[in-house]
């Protein structure tokens, strides 16, 4: 799977801290994220794509 996290995070300006503080996550999940090394749990994985309002394809991918 892979993702547009780091993008779309870049895009608002925000660290990899400020996107964990808006999810309730540690930064090293958000980094594990964005690198490949951890997929998201379903309910994660739909909080990020509502927070950057977007359906959960337009941040992730299948490979």
């Known amino acids: 799977m892979t ?3 780091r993008v ?3 895009e608002r300006n925000w660290s990899q801290q ?5 999810l309730g996550v ?6 594990a ?4 090394k951890y997929d ?3 309910p994660l994985a739909f909080r ?9 394809e ?3 991918s299948a490979d």
């Open 26 to 31: 540690s930064r090293q999940s958000v980094n």
């Open 3 to 5: 993702n547009r996290l």
């Open 48 to 56: 990020i794509a509502r927070l950057f309002d977007l359906p959960i």
């Open 33 to 36: 994220i964005e690198t490949g």
């Open 8 to 10: 779309l995070r870049a």
């Open 58 to 60: 337009g941040v992730f």
């Open 18 to 22: 400020d996107l964990a503080e808006r």
């Open 40 to 42: 998201p749990s379903l």
